[in-house]
């Protein structure tokens, strides 16, 4: 599980902003450029290259 108190610490790669834990797909999201970071087994993984583009509907609001 996701230590959501590392969000005070974490922050996107690219744009340098905090990012949003998504529980129920374990996610971290990013509003501002709608990508999301998966986290496995609790270790959020913000290698850009590995991330995923959402559409605007799915960021969380």
Known sequence: ???????DYI????TRKPLIYD?????????DISVAYPVTNGI????TSESIKISKV???K
């Open 1 to 7: 599980m996701f230590n959501s108190e590392l969000l």
């Open 11 to 14: 922050v996107c790669p690219i």
């Open 23 to 31: 529980e129920i797909n374990d996610y971290l999201i990013s509003k």
């Open 44 to 47: 959020p993984n913000l290698i």
């Open 58 to 60: 799915e960021v969380i």
